[in-house]
């Protein structure tokens, strides 16, 4: 196989200009520290070879251009602007030794150039002549990148699979396969629908051929029950007729006696209505007047705190300003003082500066004369004379030296401690400034602390003041309240306030919810009607029954609306009856005169007109008796087919069956109103003082306001007792500060003295030994000085040097001096400066809190004329208040006068009524039936004979309706009544004023005379009969008209059954044809690197101690077509028990991962692998182990280039390829050394 020679890369990456790595070996090591730029050389391979950027840790191609950010100016300007191309050359050697050039270039605009030996060429005749050479870029049988190793160990079984179907090429054949299976599959799908379709067709002829037959027989039937059907509902609509028409002329007559009755009674419900708004208009207006008498009071008592907030907001900004004043009075003292010292050390500068001036011009004057100019001989002369000078006074000389380093040490020491004292005496005056600041401090707290804790006091006798009068208000409310509460309880007794149980709670909540969602709910029967007297209450309790908490509607539909609402709510079974829908059988008027003592329980009962129906429904034929005698002797002695109810509610039954004595109390109490109008009347006086203790009672908020003010002053209080602590504190601190300052002044003064007067006593013994120096020098230079005319040789010696150590020690004495006045000038300056910014702050403070102060004096004077306002505000409101309380009571008094006059009007219509009801109701119950005749006709198509109009006049709502209603002839077993968990009735006719007349011609003489039940009954029996045989038959109507068309049907199905079977053949083979390549493709792989993977993990785990190595294998989860599930791979290292791939050592999973790749790579070898890093995870051991299996698999046909930062693998190597990073040159560059030259 060939092998990789080198490459050439130009601005790629981190490599700069045109440069070339190599050449590889068989066994080529890429070193170089973090950041040289070793994994940009593995990009490099991987572009060139065709790697998609996506995988080359770069966005887009683009980003592959070199480029320097870290370059100078001079070097941008000099090289131009940046790199615009790159390109990567990888010179391969191929098996006949013949060099080919894969060049791949990318220009600015980030478009990829394939070159072969410098031909540009298409990426297909590229990849094709890698693909030559066993170099799969989709497979990347060539790479392996940085983290792979991990990467590899840790996927699951799929993504094995995956790998190895990229590797063997049958990832190539997926799309088809998948495309191949779906359309058998599908083939196979229509193909089997299309058989079912066929036999489906043939079993359905079969069946329509016998249901032809049962058609024929089953329409003879129909029609005979229809013509039995049709004679029967003429019978029973000739004799309804006839009823009706005798029963409306006899209630025409009672219409007219009740018109003029019902008239008075109009006139009174009118004048009735008219009082009782006029009433609710006053208690409207009584209302409003004591919500704006609340309002009035609550902004009174709102406004108190906020008054009470204003004063001492008032009083905080007055003791502000005085504070301010007196700061801004501290504050201009401090700052004329600090004036004064600025002056004082301006002055001292002044001084210093002018005394430098002096001292220099006399230093000039002394040095401008005119230098003696030596001649050569003199200055030999001089030299000489000089040097006599010094053998002379060696020891004089040798003590001035000494005395002068003494005397500049001691100078040093003094400033050091002068510069110390000024500091101390500095922190001295500024500690005693804190000190005068924190004095003053105490004394403000101290007199803000005892203005705090007299307003405190203030404020808790006010907040002792409410919370006794909210305590009296309290125990009055309570009283009243213990009064309300046992009258409350005595009214619950009665159940005329609250019920007895949670169901029935939730029953009136749910009868008031409704009321307002549906109009149509007129509310409970107990709470429509009562009993006449009040000895009738358990009586009448017992006739109704269950229907005492029945709830009655307007109509069915609302009563179905209800019904869904409850049962949406949870809402324990109820009975609703509808007003128009009740079928009310008739009462029999003469009950009440059956014998003395017997009353029908209809006539004990008080109700409004419109319930009539109702309250015929809930008493029916029921009697009540005054004793249990007398309602033996109706029921058992009479034989009277009633219902019997005593006075203690004991029932006699009309089967004879008897129950007694339960006396219900619930019923009975809720019509106790007689007997509980004084507890309501107390109740109402209870409400209404408790109501004016509420308006009256001082809010709780005004209360809350002065608690939350004293919690609040009481914080303050002691916060500022805190504050004066932490001041005394500070003073305390300060004091002692001062007192160290003091000490440290007192110890700094005592070496500084020491220090003067040690160097006056160093200057006595300078001057002294220059005295000595001076006298040998004078004797020395006696005649030369008199030849240079110059008074002694010193005087020589200063004109030459222009300045003596004598000098230049004075001289940075005096820039020394200057330095410290300068210093110290800065910085109390900016103590001026500081004492004026805070002048300035404090008058602008004090600017704002004068604003502030008056703001707040305003605000208190709108709050004086607001408090007036609302004052003669409440007044008037009271004053309206009771004017109109008396109002309503007089108008309350009005209503109940019209009330009796109307309740006693009401009693001569109702009377009137009763017997118009009666009739009515024998007149509904044959109209009901009637129109449930012709709904049922209508809806079941039976045309009835006609002598005016048709069928088709008739006009009813809804579609369903029951042959029960229709037929119903019984009165006792018709139930007009609906509970909860009943199904809804049918409903009801549009309208009756149909323009119809029926023709009775078919009608016999003596059907028309006979309206007897045993003829209803023969007509009925007949009818069963025949419905019941049709029912039994049950045929299919459509049999004939379908049978012709499946037999067409039939005849297409077998066509397309055979063209499904032909496609779903060829797909089929189709399939099978592309399964078997990618299997073969698939399989041929996995096998291949099933049989090396053992041995290469033996390979790489074995050593002197498990020279046998690991054990490594692979296991197919589907072993027909394995390419569909995973492929699971298990490593076991040596001397260890079996283990999941994930339970392994990084180091275990990293030899196990290489040893799959080294199998993956052995089939279908590329020429080369390039490693990047894979030893990352592994021991040294395994290292060297990797590196052994490297060096010995590493022949002429197979070459390893592996980049490593570990010693024991590269160490191995044949060759190394150093990558470095040349700063200068902001690149990054290689070398490229042969290790076996240096192998023994």
């Keep these: 196989m060939g092998k990789l020679i080198r490459i050439e890369v130009e601005n790629f990456k981190s490599y700069k200009g045109n440069q070339v790595i190599g050449p590889f070996h068989q066994f080529t090591s890429v070193i170089g520290p973090n950041g040289s730029g070793k994994s940009n050389l593995m990009d490099a391979i991987s572009f060139v070879l065709g790697v998609h950027s996506s995988h080359l840790r770069s966005q887009n191609l683009k980003d592959m251009i070199y480029r320097s950010e870290a370059m100078s100016h001079d070097e941008t300007s000099s090289s131009g602007r940046s790199p615009r191309h790159a390109s990567v050359t990888a010179v391969y050697q191929n098996n006949q030794g013949r060099e080919i050039r894969f060049k791949r270039s990318i220009n600015s605009n980030g478009n990829s150039e394939y070159r072969i030996n410098d031909r540009v060429v298409q990426y297909s005749n590229y990849n094709a002549a890698l693909e030559k050479e066993n170099i799969l870029v989709k497979a990347k049988n060539f790479l392996v990148f940085q983290g792979d190793v991990e990467s590899v160990a840790s996927q699951n079984p799929k993504d094995l699979t995956r790998l190895i179907e990229q590797i063997s090429g049958s990832w190539e054949y997926k799309d088809e396969y998948d495309e191949a299976k779906a359309d058998m599959e599908k083939a196979i799908e229509n193909s089997a629908h299309a058989f079912n379709k066929k036999r489906s067709l043939a079993l359905e002829i079969k069946q329509y051929e016998a249901q032809k037959r049962e058609v024929e027989k089953f329409e003879e039937k129909v029609k005979d029950r229809r013509e039995c059907v049709l004679q029967y509902l003429l019978w029973k609509l000739y004799h309804i007729e006839m009823k009706t028409n005798s029963l409306a002329e006899e209630k025409d007559k009672k219409y007219f006696e009740s018109s003029e009755a019902k008239g008075q009674q109009d006139s009174l419900e009118y004048q009735f209505k008219t009082a009782r708004e006029q009433r609710a208009l006053l208690h409207r207006e009584k209302t409003r007047l004591e919500v704006q008498i609340r309002r009035i009071q609550k902004e009174l008592e709102d406004q108190l705190p906020t008054s009470i907030k204003s004063r001492e907001k008032l009083a905080n900004f007055e003791k502000k300003l005085k504070q301010t004043e007196l700061n801004i009075e501290r504050v201009k003292r401090d700052g004329q003082q600090q004036e004064s010292v600025v002056h004082s050390l301006e002055k001292d500068m002044e001084l210093l500066v002018a005394t430098e001036r002096e001292y220099n011009s006399s230093v000039a004057t002394t040095s401008s004369g005119d230098i003696p100019q030596l001649t050569l001989q003199q200055a030999k002369d001089y030299e000489r004379r ?404 110059v008074a002694n040789i010193r005087e020589y010696e200063a004109m030459l040097q222009n300045g003596s150590d004598e000098v230049s020690e004075r001289r940075a004495q005096f820039a020394s001096q200057k330095q410290r006045l300068e210093t110290q000038l800065d910085f109390e300056k900016e103590q001026l400066n500081e004492l004026v910014k805070r002048l300035q702050s404090l008058e602008a403070s004090y600017n704002s809190d004068t604003t502030a102060k008056s703001q707040i004096e305003a605000e208190l004077n709108g709050m004086s004329g607001r408090k007036e306002s609302l004052t003669e505000r409440l007044e008037a409101c009271k004053q309206e208040l009771e004017r109109k309380t008396k109002e309503e009571e007089e108008k309350q008094k009005e209503i109940n006068d019209i009330s009796n006059l109307l309740e006693i009007k009401g009693r001569d219509v109702k009377q009137i009524l009763k017997e118009v009801g009666t009739i009515e109701t024998e007149i509904s119950k044959y109209y009901a039936e009637r129109v449930a005749i012709f709904r049922k006709c209508k809806l079941e198509g039976i045309n009835l004979p006609m002598l005016q109009g048709s069928m088709d006049d008739i006009v009813v709502e809804g579609e369903q309706v029951s042959q029960a209603e229709g037929m119903a002839t019984d009165d006792s077993s018709v139930s007009s009544s609906m509970d909860v968990d009943e199904p809804p009735s049918q409903t009801s006719i549009l309208t009756s004023d149909w323009t119809i007349e029926i023709d009775y011609a078919r009608l016999g003489q003596l059907q028309r005379e006979d309206s007897s039940q045993a003829v209803d009954k023969d007509f009925q029996d007949e009818i069963k009969r025949l419905t019941d045989e049709i029912e039994q038959m049950a045929p299919n109507l459509k049999a004939i008209d379908r049978l012709e068309s499946v037999e067409e049907s039939l005849k297409v199905a077998e066509h397309e059954f055979s063209v499904a079977r032909n496609i779903a053949k060829t797909a089929k083979e189709r399939f099978n044809t592309i399964k078997q390549k990618r299997f073969s493709l698939f399989y041929d792989a996995f096998s291949h690197i099933s049989e090396h993977i053992d041995r290469v993990y033996k390979d790489l785990t074995k050593n002197e101690t498990f020279p046998l190595g690991g054990t490594a294998y692979l296991s197919l989860e589907d072993t027909e077509e394995p390419y569909l599930e995973g492929i699971k791979y298990h490593a076991m290292p040596p001397m260890k028990r079996f283990r999941d791939m994930e339970q392994l050592s990084g180091g275990e999973k990293s030899v196990a991962a290489l040893a799959l790749l080294f199998a993956i790579h052995s089939y279908k070898p590329s020429p080369f692998f390039v490693l990047d890093e894979v030893d990352a995870a592994l021991d040294n051991a395994n290292v060297s182990t990797v590196a052994s299996y490297i060096r010995e698999h590493a022949t002429d046909d197979f070459q390893f280039i592996v980049i490593s930062l570990k010693q024991l693998l590269y160490e191995k190597a044949q060759s190394l390829v150093g990558i470095y990073r040349d700063q200068g040159f902001n690149s990054s560059k290689t070398m490229t050394l042969m290790l076996d030259q240096y192998q023994s």
């Excluded at 324990?572 to 079928?583: G, I, K, R």
């Excluded at 059956?594 to 109700?607: H, I, M």
């Excluded at 109810?645 to 106790?672: E, F």
């Excluded at 003073?731 to 500060?737: D, R, W």
């Design 386 to 789: 000089k040097e006599e000078v010094n053998n002379n006074t060696a020891e004089e000389q040798q003590q001035l030296l000494q005395y002068q380093r003494q005397r500049r040490t001691q100078q040093q020491r003094a400033n050091e401690l002068r510069m110390k004292l000024e500091s101390l005496q500095e922190a001295e005056a500024e500690t005693l400034s804190k000190i005068h600041d924190a004095e003053a401090e105490v004394a403000e707290i101290t007199a803000e602390g005892e203005k705090k804790t007299s307003l405190l006091e203030s404020r808790q006798a006010e907040l002792s003041q409410l919370v006794d009068e909210r305590e009296a208000i309290h125990r009055r409310e309570v009283e009243l309240n213990e009064k309300l509460q046992k009258t409350l309880t005595k009214l619950l007794d009665a159940n005329l306030t609250l019920q007895d149980t949670e169901n029935d709670s939730k029953l009136n909540s749910s009868i008031a919810t409704m009321k307002q969602i549906y109009p149509n709910v007129h509310g409970k029967l107990s709470d429509l009607c009562r009993p006449t007297q009040r000895k009738y209450d358990t009586a009448i309790a017992t006739v109704f029954g269950r229907n005492m908490d029945a709830i009655v509607v307007e109509d069915e539909a609302t009563a179905i609306e209800c019904i869904r609402h409850m049962k949406e709510q949870h809402i324990p079974t109820a009975t609703f009856l509808p007003l128009h829908s009740l079928s009310v059988p008739p009462i029999n008027q003469n009950l009440s005169s059956l014998v003395k003592g017997v009353r029908s329980a209809f006539d004990l009962v008080k109700f409004d007109s419109q319930y009539e129906q109702v309250v015929r429904y809930a008493c029916g034929n029921t009697v009540v008796c005054d004793n249990l005698s007398i309602a033996k002797r109706v029921c058992f002695d009479m034989n009277e087919s009633v219902r019997a109810v005593t006075l203690d509610g004991t029932v006699i039954h009309p089967s004879g069956l008897m129950t007694g004595g339960s006396a219900p109390t619930q019923p009975v109490t809720k019509w106790h109103e007689s007997e509980v109008e004084e507890l309501m009347k107390q109740r109402d006086e209870y409400l209404a003082e408790l109501n004016n203790i509420s308006m009256n009672k001082r809010m709780g908020s005004l209360e809350d306001s002065v608690r939350n003010d004293c919690a609040r002053l009481q914080a303050q209080v002691d916060s500022l007792k805190d504050d004066l602590l932490a001041t005394n504190r500070k003073i305390e601190g300060l004091n002692g500060t001062l007192q160290d300052i003091r000490n440290k002044i007192n110890e700094a003064k005592q070496p500084l003295g020491e220090a003067e007067i040690y160097m006056q006593q160093l200057d006595q013994k300078i001057a002294s030994v220059r005295e000595r120096i001076a006298e040998v020098e004078d004797q020395v230079f006696e005649d030369f000085c008199a030849l240079i005319n």
